[in-house]
């Protein structure tokens, strides 16, 4: 880390992102949602979306960098607002 501050993680299990991050109504969401918790239990820094294959960032790697980068991350492990 870069000399920046830890930051606490938001009050939410980081199976569940941020709903605006990842609208509850988006229509992949249970896919999205599987790849995520898929990456996570196998300690992976992400996986490819499953609509885009864009490579995403899991919270969990995310929440190891100990602090936000502010680039609008799906699974960001910070936002709380």
């Known amino acids: 880390m870069s000399g920046e501050e830890r930051r606490p993680l938001a009050d939410r299990p980081l199976t569940e992102p941020h709903p605006s991050r990842l609208s509850p109504e988006h229509p992949d ?46 699974h960001c492990p910070y936002v709380t607002d």
Request: proline share 2%; hydrophobic share 45%.
């Open 29 to 74: 969401r249970a896919r999205i949602l599987a790849a995520h918790t898929a990456a996570l239990a196998a300690g992976e820094a992400g996986y490819l979306d499953p609509a885009t294959g864009l490579f995403v960032l899991s919270a969990g790697f995310l929440a190891r960098r100990g602090t936000c980068c502010g680039r609008g991350c799906r």
